[in-house]
């Protein structure tokens, strides 16, 4: 995962508390890209849990089948050493996710320095065949704070599979109107039983449909249109 392709967000001043339900309405409602979602939900995923670091990532349904970073958000950023630490064991923890569903493995740099956990939840996307997990560094060597975290990061997986799901299910709203205006055009044009009233009601059809100025058809034959 080359670090420098991956959109990052850094940690904002003020009260997080305060925004987490604009947040929640922001992200259920998103209508940008995909690529900047991600980062948006990987900071809301950080700041809410109390990270120093996170990272999406994900895999292909198909063909290559390494873990590829899409997201990474950093906030109180650790040593360099607990940072390598955690990139490191990204791609193990992400598979662990993918048959267990959630990690919680605490994460030592040096015996006696900075430790934290290592937080770790598959995405349930059913709208897509390939595979997302989010992880997280926390700094702190609590267990029952990690825990607690742990629990915060489960209770926001559905939000991303709710805007997949809508988008498919807007896209196949959108197939359905067009395959309708089409089924509209025939039902105009079938009646007529000689090509040339079949052809005039086409064009009016489409003219009006479409509200267009002049509708043509023509064919060519031999380099000259008719």
Not at 23 to 44: K, P, Q, V
Not at 189 to 218: D, T, W, Y
Request: charged share 20%.
């Amino acid at each position: 995962m080359a670090e420098s392709d991956i959109p990052h967000s850094s940690s904002p001043d003020g009260d997080l508390f305060h925004s987490v339900p604009k947040e929640l309405a922001d992200l259920s409602r998103w209508e940008g890209n995909l690529r900047e979602y991600w980062t948006r939900f990987g900071a809301f995923v950080g700041e809410l849990v109390g990270a120093s670091s996170v990272m999406v990532v994900m895999k292909s349904g198909e063909g290559d089948q390494s873990w590829k970073g899409i997201a990474q958000w950093e906030g109180q950023k650790p040593t360099n050493h607990l940072k390598a630490l955690f990139r490191g064991q990204i791609p193990a923890s992400a598979e662990y996710c993918l048959k267990e569903g959630v990690l919680c493995r605490p994460l030592i740099a040096k015996e006696g320095s900075e430790s934290g956990y290592v937080l770790a939840v598959a995405l349930p996307l059913q709208a897509s065949r390939d595979r997302f997990v989010i992880v997280s560094l926390l700094p702190d060597d609590s267990e029952s704070r990690a825990k607690d975290a742990l629990v915060r990061m489960l209770l926001l997986t559905e939000l991303p599979n709710q805007l997949l799901v809508r988008q498919q299910v807007g896209r196949a709203s959108d197939d359905v109107r067009k395959i309708s205006s089409v089924l509209d055009v025939v039902a105009q044009v079938s009646p007529e039983g000689a090509f040339i009233a079949g052809a005039m009601a086409m064009c009016n059809a489409l003219a009006s449909k479409h509200q267009c100025e002049r509708v043509s058809i023509g064919w060519v034959a031999v380099s000259y249109t008719h």
